[in-house]
């Protein structure tokens, strides 16, 4: 299915080459419309998510379910403070109806259209085909298992676009939204540092920074620590072990690094915020690294993907030649491929492959 998906997409953005105007009664609409391009590629995927067997997901049974709509929603448990947002969100919708399967599709509605949408505005200066294909393996798959931090996400997606349009306090005000939705939220904060050096004009010593950053937190894990919600990771932070680093998660950004570091500086003078965008590429690498320290800080990445996606999907654009421009997209769609057979079917990450639509239940 997954390899269906892949191929339904690079067809449609063949068929978008073409600025075709579609007659609806008496009005049109043409192919470029980003509304149009959402339902295009996202209602495949929609269907897709939301129709799956509820073994699709370690966690779609067994916590989301079980957890969150079984207890929250149905049994009325006491909501806390810690990700509550999310809680409220399941209750709400079980207020409309009270089907589970109805949970998924209004889940699976609002994160492929909010994330193929804030693509789609994007497409006059990046390649949107690769930045569809990026979303499936990198966002959509997890997305089958890691509902509330992709929800999370979306906030994030805004909070980015805020950053670029200097608009902070907004910004700020969204990852302490998303926050509520998932904890991991916060490190878009790290963003703050790259806009401010930007502003400086010293992007060598905000990228020094973004590098030093594991560094500096390290040190102070004995003070951070002590914030009541993070207290919970005292145990894991005090024993690292090589062995857990996540390192699956290095593949498609290590694949793709060598057209990034050729390319930095005409992706910059392409559009100046692409910085803070580099910026956030970089710091996929640390979020795996510290995966090493708290097994599950991988998940952290997740919040870089949207960054490191707009930059992949721009390499194209960068090329000098349309033969070049042509081995660029062909070796991303390649790394893609690569990073999805490896990351889901051989390391068989979350069990979300083989693909099974739902069985009777």
């Given at each position: 299915?997954?390899?269906?998906?892949?191929?339904?997409?690079?067809?449609?953005?063949?068929?978008?080459?073409?600025?075709?105007?579609?007659?609806?009664?008496?009005?049109?609409?043409?192919?470029?419309?980003?509304?149009?391009?959402?339902?295009?590629?996202?209602?495949p995927l929609v269907v897709a998510s939301a129709c799956r067997d509820l073994s699709i997901g370690t966690d779609t049974n067994g916590v989301y379910k079980t957890v969150y709509y079984l207890g929250y929603a149905i049994d009325?448990?006491?909501?806390p403070l810690y990700e509550c947002l999310y809680i409220y969100y399941v209750k709400l919708v079980y207020m409309i109806n009270q089907n589970y399967r109805f949970l998924l599709v209004i889940t699976s509605?609002?994160?492929?259209?909010?994330?193929?949408?804030?693509?789609?505005?994007?497409s006059?200066?990046?390649?949107?085909?690769?930045?569809?294909?990026?979303?499936?393996?990198?966002?959509?798959?997890?997305?089958?298992?890691?509902?509330?931090?992709?929800?999370?996400?979306?906030?994030?997606?805004i909070t980015i676009e805020l950053i670029e349009k200097e608009k902070v306090l907004w910004a700020i005000f969204l990852v302490i939204i998303a926050s509520f939705f998932?904890?991991?939220?916060?490190?878009?904060?790290?963003?703050?540092?790259?806009?401010?050096a930007q502003k400086i004009k010293k992007r060598i010593v905000g990228i020094f920074l973004f590098l030093l950053g594991p560094v500096i937190m390290l040190f102070?894990?004995?003070f951070i620590i002590k914030i009541p919600l993070l207290t919970k990771f005292i145990t894991e932070v005090s024993s690292f072990n090589i062995s857990s680093i996540n390192s699956k998660f290095f593949l498609f950004p290590l694949l793709?690094?060598?057209?990034?570091?050729?390319?930095?500086?005409?992706?910059?003078?392409?559009?100046?915020?692409?910085?803070?965008?580099?910026?956030g590429y970089i710091f996929i690498f640390t979020a795996v690294l510290f995966s090493g320290y708290i097994w599950?800080?991988?998940?952290?990445?997740?919040?870089?993907?949207?960054?490191?996606?707009?930059?992949?999907?721009?390499?194209?654009?960068?090329?000098?030649?349309?033969?070049?421009?042509?081995?660029?997209?062909?070796?991303?769609?390649?790394?893609?491929?690569?990073t999805f057979v490896c990351v889901y079917v051989y390391h068989d990450t979350d069990m979300i492959y083989p693909y099974r639509f739902m069985v009777r239940e």
């Open positions: 299915m997954y390899y269906f998906l892949f191929l339904y997409i690079i067809c449609i953005s063949a068929l978008l080459k073409r600025n075709i105007r579609i007659r609806v009664g008496r009005n049109s609409i043409t192919t470029n419309n980003s509304l149009f391009k959402v339902l295009l590629y996202g209602v009325k448990w006491t909501v509605v609002i994160i492929t259209f909010s994330y193929i949408y804030f693509f789609a505005r994007r006059k200066y990046i390649d949107l085909k690769i930045a569809i294909l990026s979303f499936l393996v990198l966002l959509y798959c997890f997305s089958l298992n890691g509902q509330r931090q992709v929800l999370a996400g979306i906030f994030c997606l998932h904890i991991t939220s916060v490190i878009m904060f790290v963003y703050f540092f790259a806009y401010i102070s894990f004995s793709v690094a060598p057209l990034v570091l050729v390319y930095r500086k005409q992706l910059i003078c392409m559009k100046s915020s692409n910085y803070i965008h580099l910026c599950y800080a991988f998940r952290i990445l997740y919040f870089f993907v949207p960054s490191e996606i707009i930059i992949v999907a721009q390499l194209g654009k960068c090329a000098k030649s349309i033969k070049q421009r042509n081995f660029i997209n062909i070796y991303i769609t390649f790394a893609l491929l690569v």
